[in-house]
């Protein structure tokens, strides 16, 4: 696609659930980055992928928290027994290399309840 | 440590007045400075950076912006606003000595531009 998509764009999930994030990044572009942008403020940063390989996972709030991306495309954000400080938006961001300016997708507003 | 500070919640300005969004940034190297806008219900979208060279950058939509090294900032400008202008602005730094490509984002600052 033109952009980078991720779905769902909403997602409400009840407290001890287990949710899926997914990012499909622009075609050809080799890192994908993880955010996490809680309400009013600005996003952090939470995990790193060249291709397959998770090169930093160091901005992952917990164990709860998982990230893959298995054949170097899309990926997936997952968090296991969600809690209501997950609440946030999620958003992926793509760039042909590490170096280069990041295209960031709509987010998935996650609200935990 | 890298960190970045935008000291203004908010910024209101009358359409066709010059506007400014102020960044600070602390960082250990020599960074890459980012600015980002954020409209409603939509993604991040790049509008400029500066990597070396000019000080003065120029970006999208007639945005620019000036990096002093001695005062560490990198504030984003425009010459005469628009009100489609308004939207939330970040400020994003990057570690030119880091392998992993991460940003650091500021808190972001609410830009308002009245007709």
């Known amino acids: 696609g033109a952009g980078v998509s991720q779905s769902p764009r909403y997602k409400v999930a009840k407290r001890g659930q287990d949710v899926a994030l997914r990012c499909d990044p622009i075609s050809g572009h080799v890192s994908l980055f993880w955010y996490q942008q809680a309400l009013g403020q600005g996003p952090e940063f939470l995990t790193y992928f060249q291709n397959e390989a998770q090169l930093d996972k160091s901005g992952l709030p917990s164990d709860r928290f998982f990230a893959e991306r298995p054949e170097g495309s899309v990926s997936t954000l997952k968090i296991q027994r969600t809690q209501q400080e997950d609440s946030a938006v999620y958003l992926c961001?793509?760039?042909?290399?590490?170096?280069?300016?990041?295209?960031f997708g709509q987010g998935t507003r996650l609200t935990v309840v | 440590a890298q960190s970045v500070a935008q000291p203004e919640d908010q910024v209101k300005v009358a359409e066709g007045n010059p506007l400014t969004v102020k960044c600070t940034y602390s960082v250990s190297g020599n960074p890459y400075l980012f600015w980002y806008v954020q409209y409603p219900n939509r993604g991040l979208q790049f509008l400029l950076k500066?990597?070396?060279?000019?000080?003065l950058v120029k970006g999208s939509y007639g945005f620019e912006a000036e990096f002093n090294k001695s005062q560490t900032s990198f504030h984003l400008k425009k010459p005469s606003a628009l009100v489609s202008d308004s939207a939330l602005y970040f400020c994003?730094?990057?570690?030119?000595?880091?392998?992993?490509?991460?940003?650091?984002f500021g808190r972001g600052t609410q830009l308002t531009v009245w007709p």
């Open positions: 500066y990597i070396t060279g000019d000080n």
């Open positions: 994003a730094v990057r570690d030119r000595g880091s392998t992993l490509g991460r940003l650091y």
């Open positions: 961001a793509s760039s042909f290399s590490r170096g280069d300016r990041a295209f």
